[in-house]
């Protein structure tokens, strides 16, 4: 996950405490911007597969990884059990 967000155990990054992203959110994608961009925008569901998603902090987290996976692995990017 450091890798992830970029984030630095060295320390010289103090202060803001803003992650810098060091890698394509589109391909390293988290939970959020899955289930806010991805699946609501036909131009990233129909076409895009993450190469790892996040997810993490959510009530219903089984489900959410469900519909993670489906959509990985379905021939058209469905939406099935979106929620």
């Known amino acids: 996950r450091p ?3 970029g984030s630095s ?3 010289s990054l103090l ?3 803003v ?3 060091v890698l394509n959110y589109a391909c390293y994608a988290n939970s959020k911007w899955f289930f806010k961009h991805l699946l609501q925008d036909p131009k990233w ?8 998603v996040h997810a993490n ?4 987290k089984q489900q959410r990884m469900q ?14 059990g979106e929620g």
Not at 68 to 80: A, E, K, L, P
């Open 67 to 80: 519909v993670i996976f489906d959509h990985y692995y379905s021939s058209v990017g469905g939406r099935t």
């Open 15 to 17: 202060g803001s405490r």
């Open 45 to 52: 569901r129909e076409k895009h597969r993450p190469v790892s």
């Open 3 to 5: 890798a992830f967000n």
């Open 9 to 11: 155990s060295g320390g």
């Open 19 to 21: 992650h810098v992203r």
């Open 57 to 60: 902090y959510h009530p219903a």
